[in-house]
Each structure stands twice: as structure tokens, then as C-alpha cells.
């Protein structure tokens, strides 16, 4: 690993003041894709900016019919909270299938969310929950929160500061994972919300994706019958050593449909 | 940059640069050599240490992040006079290893999943230890050594 210049602030405004002087300091979260990344020297930021002596960007919180986690909660605490296990189970349930126990004990949803690997779990909760996206500066709507392959909608300096998810009326998560990464060869989170029935995909395409075709045909019966002559299109979705675009086309439907099971 | 932990329930204090890893500080400069490195890439869990009570992988986590911080190593199971853990007596009780060199990994997992899930089935305790790989014994003795250091630690408390 490069040297680099280790910080360590106590606020957000604090961390956002340090990003912002430096162009290529990074924050740091739970670490668990950026350090490994800077040991291959993939990345090699000047500086780090951690985020772990930030008080405030920790915890859960219910408000009304949302679930408010701060950026820097570890997927062992998402896992474990009674609150979210209570209203919104399938959250819980996802974060408590990433990686192994040691990666849920310093991996974070900020970290998760604003890395936006294609095959995290995250995103994908996001999503389809249509959850709200807190940063220092604004908030922003998942559907316009990840933009491509590792992109998101947040500006150099910016910085997750915590993620509010609508309670929603029923949703399940379904993962087949690679049993060596433990990252989703498909994911699919299906939610029941205010504003309709939604359906997000991760590890299939460079993006998570809201599978708009599914989506309509749950909205009118939601049921895994109704998916029954479902034949997903595999365009643009990923070809690699682990599955072809067919395969994973193949997932998308199995996968929503048990989640959908799940539910009905 | 100089700092300040608490290593296997003794103040330490060590110089460290900004980029050292934890596996290799205690390693190389604090002289704990349980601590193995496999991989070196987070899968294989040899250098799984526990920082507030919490298993970790040693060699993704950065030196300089621990200040004020509470690490416990293999080293740090038994009790002063030698007497094993629960967990370490179990492993060797059940025959838990063959060449030995994940077993500190492992039992620092064991440890952490046990506190959490006191009377785990076979199947939660095989779900307890996946961030640890054992190339050896195909984890059979493992899985029960996990589950009898699982039964001792709750006669213990």
C-alpha cells in the first residue's frame, strides 16, 4: 500500500471541510473494499478521511413510517436491530447475508452505497425500497442515486451521512450468492411500497436496475403465478466466469419469483 | 504516528505508519506471532482478531484506526496461568485441527459467534465460521468444536 495521510474528524462538516481541501483524499468507511483496493493499489488515495470517530453518522432511528440508518451502522447492527428486524425485516435480512461476520462487523451501508459495486446488496434495498439518500449537502432519491457501474449521483467531497427507508407494506430479498465472494451473482429485492409495487436487481448488469416489465405484472397480480411465463431478456446483462447473460436472466425470474412466494 | 490501544488487556503504545496493517503490527512490532496472514486478501480468515469484542479481519484493518481501541489476540484467550479458553479446549478436545495454521482465525470466530449465539445448531455454527477457511479437516470436527466450546462457554458464564 502508498503512503498516505491518515485524518481523523470528529463531525461531518469537519470530514466534508477535509475532503474538500484535498482532491484525492478518500473518505473511509468500514473499509472493507477501499483497503483491500489500495493493498492491490487499485486506489491510491493521498489522503483518508475516517469516518469512524463521527458520532453522529452512526445508529438507527424510527420516525414515523421510516427507518433513518446512519451511514457508518455496520450490516451486524442493521442485522440485529430489533427495529428494523420489526419493520422491515427483509433490510435486516440482507444485510445479515453480506459477506462473512467479519465484513458485517466493520462494513457499513454508506461505504456499501457509495462504492455501488454491481453485485453489492445494498443498492438494491435502496432502491426498491425507494429510499431517500442523505449526503452533507442534499437529499437524493435512490432513482437517481446510482448512476453506472461504481458511479453515483455524489460529487467529489461529498458525503453519505445516512439513508431513510419508507416502512413498506411487505418485502423480501432474494440472493444467489457466489459461494466465494458472497456478493450477489443475482439480487433481487422486491418491495410492496405507497408508490407501488418495486423491483430492483444487483449483480446482474453493471447497475442496480428497477425491473420495470416485472414490475408491471406484479402490479396487476402479485403473485408468483403471474410470473409464470416470465422470460427475463438477458441484454446487457453480465457475461463472466461465474454465470453468462442467460444464466443470469434465468436468476432474475427465479429469484423474484421466490421472493414473491415468499410474500404471497 | 504513535498510538495507544489496549492489547490483550495491556496498555500498549506503538509507532505505526498511516498505511501498516493490524496483522502486521502485532506481528512484526509487538512480537504476537498467533495472528497468521493466509491470504492477505480478507477471505481466509487467519488473522480474524477480536477490536471491542468484535471479530475482525486483521489484515483489512488499518493500525492507526485502533487508537483507544480494545484488540484481543489468540493470544489473549487463556488465562494468564495457561489454562486454555472454553473454545481452545474444545478445538483440541475435538480434534478440531489438523495443521493448525487457521485454527487461530477460527477459534477467534468461534469465540465472537458464540457469545452471540450460545446453542448453535450444526448448520448456524458451519454459518458462524464461512469468513474462515480450513484447507485440511473439510470442517466437520470443526463445526463440533464450535458447538462443545459453544456449550462450555455458556457453563463458564
Redesign the interface.
Known sequence: MLNFEYLRPSTVTEAGAMLGKMSEARPLAGGMTLIPAMKLRLAAPTALVDLAGVPELNGIKVDGKTVIVGAMTKHADVAASADVRRLIPALADLAGGIGDAQVRNKGTLGGSIANNDPAACYPAAVLALGATVTTNRRKIAADSFFTGMFETALEPGEIVTGVTFPVPAAAAYEKFRSPASRYALVGVFVAKTTGGVRVAVTGAATCVFRASAIESILAEKFSAEALASLRFPADGLNSDLHGDAQYRAQLVGVLTKRAVAKLS | ?LIQFVLNGKPVAVDV???D?LADVVREKLGLTGTHIGC????C?AC?VHIDG????SC???A??L?GAKVTTIEGLASPSGQLHPMQQAFHEQHGLQCGFCTPGMVM?AV??ASRNPNPTPAEAAA?I??NFCRCTGYQNIVKSVIAGAAAMRVVK
Open positions: 504516528m505508519a498511516a498505511y496493517l492477505d486478501t480478507s477471505q480468515g480474524v468484535r471479530s475482525v479481519k483489512s484493518t488499518l492507526v484506526t487508537e470466530s465472537d459467534f458462524g464461512e469468513g
